[in-house]
């Protein structure tokens, strides 16, 4: 079984699981998946009645919808976390990233925006502390919070739900192994940015969420996991997997060896040019 990671310069992981060949500075990826700003559900004429915050939402993005939710000038969500008293495990030093929990939150005359952080917090404590998670993460000589932050990488380079356990593989073998997660998704996460673009000098920058400098976790989670992605990150399936390509959508290709996978890499790389081709003629 393969312990070493090749080359950087020659492979890396990136956002929705997709592996990405960089060749002089340039980098061939797949197309993002767009994530709409904001869910709301109201009443005709009337004042939203209810926030939705879908899975994978950054806790920056989650600001900025509960501002606009309560009709709250920007960044009024973001100060309110001093006077929030949020139940946040120790190792989260008061950043919420990764416990403002994905569901759908009842928005009354009287909400503010501490009464509803307070609430998603208090729901992904229900969420990530009961038994099958904690005693998955301890099984995994983890403790919550770790498995929170893999849930996270899960949530983002996962291309379907169905992707997900083998995701949380990839994840465990390269930390069992000492290798770099080597995830677009940490890159994008330090950079304020959602791309599957990420360049060769993207993975140098000096930052502790840069997991191709970095080894091990990043020090917080990227993004607000749901619930598939926690059960993934704490009972991932068996597996030897090192690394994954979406080839197209809806063939995802794991494989513990780097020669097949560069095989799959290529044949994404010629489906990818057979598109762009298509959209030029």
Do not use: C
């Amino acid at each position: 079984m393969q312990k070493n990671t090749p080359p950087r310069s020659t492979i890396r992981l990136t956002r929705r699981g997709r592996i990405a060949l960089v060749a002089a500075g340039a980098v061939v990826v797949g197309t993002a998946v767009a994530v709409p700003l904001l869910t709301l559900a109201s009443e005709e004429d009337g004042p939203p009645t209810t926030l939705v915050i879908p899975e994978g939402w950054r806790a920056s993005q989650v600001y900025a919808a509960v501002d606009k939710a309560l009709a709250l000038p920007p960044g009024s969500t973001k100060k309110s976390l001093a006077k929030a008293a949020l139940k946040l495990p120790n190792d989260a030093e008061g950043n919420p990233e990764g416990y403002l929990f994905p569901a759908t939150y009842q928005l009354q005359e009287k909400t503010t925006p501490e009464k509803l952080l307070a609430l998603m917090v208090d729901t992904a404590n229900e969420k990530f502390n009961g038994a099958p998670i904690t005693a998955g993460a301890q099984r995994n000589a983890m403790n919550v919070y770790q498995a929170v932050t893999i849930a996270s990488i899960v949530q983002a380079e996962a291309a379907t739900r169905a992707d997900m356990g083998k995701v949380a593989r990839v994840v465990s073998n390269r930390l069992e192994r000492g290798m770099p997660l080597q995830m677009d998704s940490t890159i994008n996460y330090a950079l304020g940015r959602s791309t599957v673009r990420t360049t060769a000098s993207d993975t140098r920058i000096d930052s502790p969420y840069n997991s191709y400098q970095r080894m091990g976790l990043p020090p917080t989670p990227i993004d607000n996991p749901g619930e598939e992605a926690m059960r993934a990150a704490v009972n991932p399936p068996p597996g030897d997997w090192l690394y994954f390509v979406t080839v197209r959508p809806g063939d995802t290709r794991f494989t513990a060896d780097y020669a097949e996978h560069q095989r799959n890499v290529a044949e994404f790389n010629a489906h990818r040019k057979k598109d762009g081709a298509r959209a030029a003629g």
